[in-house]
């Protein structure tokens, strides 16, 4: 059974790429177009907080690793955002990242509104975790 889930992709998931396609590129290039300007926004967001994070540009993804000067593990913070800021990220530990602590922040499926508010909440929480512990 593994195997087949490995090498088959869900039908569900080879009807969505057939629709792409048929819908073609206009489509996918308007999405892209939307795509960087919520990243630069997120970017922009973000600027404040270099002063105890490392902010990668995330050049082509719709996420980025954000590198968390702190003393807190990445699922303390996680679980602080969430709790205290209704914000969810990942830690980075959950694909792998073991240094320091990284948080992994998408925004690839939102709406720029959508992405306004949440990074708003994640940097306001950064800042005032961070700012907590000096």
């Known amino acids: 059974m593994q195997d087949t889930i490995l090498i088959c992709a869900p039908v569900i998931s080879q009807y969505a790429a057939l629709g792409a396609l048929e819908a073609g590129e206009a489509f996918c290039r308007t999405r892209v177009e939307r795509l960087s300007e919520v990243r630069e926004l997120v970017l922009e967001a973000m600027e404040p907080l270099r002063s105890f994070c490392d902010i990668p540009p995330a050049e082509g993804a719709f996420y980025f690793f954000l590198r968390v000067h702190t003393r807190l593990e ?9 709790r205290e800021y209704g914000v ?8 792998g990242s073991d240094q320091g602590c990284t948080l992994r922040v998408a925004y690839g499926a939102l709406e720029k509104e959508t992405v306004a508010e949440g990074i708003s909440r994640l940097a306001e929480g950064l800042q005032e975790i961070v700012r907590s512990e000096g």
């Open 88 to 95: 969810a990220v990942l830690p980075g530990t959950t694909f």
């Open 74 to 82: 990445a699922m303390e913070l996680v679980e602080r955002l969430i």
